[in-house]
């Protein structure tokens, strides 16, 4: 049965949710789920604005016969030709034949690489182009890597509506309300939002800026994303929160600990760093890396100002789920942020050295005190260092 949603007169919410995905692009963690979002504009001309994932084909397909009530389907505008919104491409084809796929040539010729697509009825557009559908104009604004470089926006300056493709998207399904506003977006969303974020688009900060630049300029009254809720109030808000992920500022004053521990020596220095920084009133997180999924470890050294990095050699390198946390962290640009290290190995111990040399190849890493060297378990001497290095990290914390 359809369940449309209607989001003002003649735009119509015709997405669905997955609650039974485990991981988004087969990698990403999504306890809460995602939704795959389209929107029908019944205007002069009748404009579907993306496909969805296949997990809800059924849903989306009864929603946009539901929606058309018996009218042709004129046009399909394709934002992003990822499969999670493409995946139906084909079979959106196959039932109105007649539609005429507006695009950029970019996106055509990814859908001729993903699908045995011939190219027929595609009008091609290119950044700034317009087109009339009847009262409503379609402006198209092209958002290069956010988050594949064929990615396009559509803006309809009459009502302001954004239609934002990935950016401004999150993680977690969506449920009775679609709409921000309804939604407690910041204590039901945000941390999925921020996850979305940094897993998705956080490595073309630079891109996602020029996307911003772009908005600043627009009158934007609702925003259509491909994922999360609707917004059409208080967008600033979630605006700024872009801007700071994007700048790759941190979003919070704070020490993130993460620690990779053998037999829970390491583990234990990382406590009692943990506890002196807190007792000098400074908030404070632990992660086990061992037992905390890539992709969360990510997001939260994003989120804090301060970040330490304890772990134990192992195979004479670095022990693999901290040495693959710092390749994340490198392959997403992450920047700016102040660190420190603490080192353990029992007979050659190197992890040290080997962290740095990661660390110091990222951009305006600041590296704070020296690095704790343990050998196999915390004694005198090294709680002695730790002491120190808590102190380090609160001069730097309450005078920066
Ligand atoms: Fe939601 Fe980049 O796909």
Known sequence: MQNVIEIQKDLYYLGGSDRRIKLFENHIPIPRGVSYNSYLLTDEKTVLFDTVDTAIAEQFFENLEGALGGRELDYLVVHHMEPDHSATFLRLLERYPKVTIVTNQKVAAMLKNFFPFSGENVLLVKEGDTMSVGKHT???????????????????????????????GTFGALGGSIFADEVRFEEEFLADARKYYFNIVGKYGFQVQNVLKKASALDIRLVCPLHGPVWRENFAWYLNKYDIWSKYEPEERGVAIFYASIYGHTQNAAEILAAKLAKKGIYTKVYDVSNTHVCDLLVEAFRYSHVVFASSTHNNGIFLCMETLLSDLKAHFFQKRKYALIENGSWAPQTGA??????????????????VKMISSVKGETA?????????IARDFFEN
């Open 354 to 371: 080997l962290m740095e040399e990661m660390l110091s190849g990222m951009k305006e890493m600041q590296p704070i005190g020296e690095t």
């Open 384 to 392: 002695e260092r730790l002491s120190a290095l808590a102190d380090a």
């Open 138 to 168: 379609l402006s198209f604004i092209f958002a290069p890597m956010v988050h594949w470089p064929e990615v396009m926006m559509t803006y309809l300056p009459e009502e302001g509506i954004l239609f934002s493709a990935d950016a401004f």
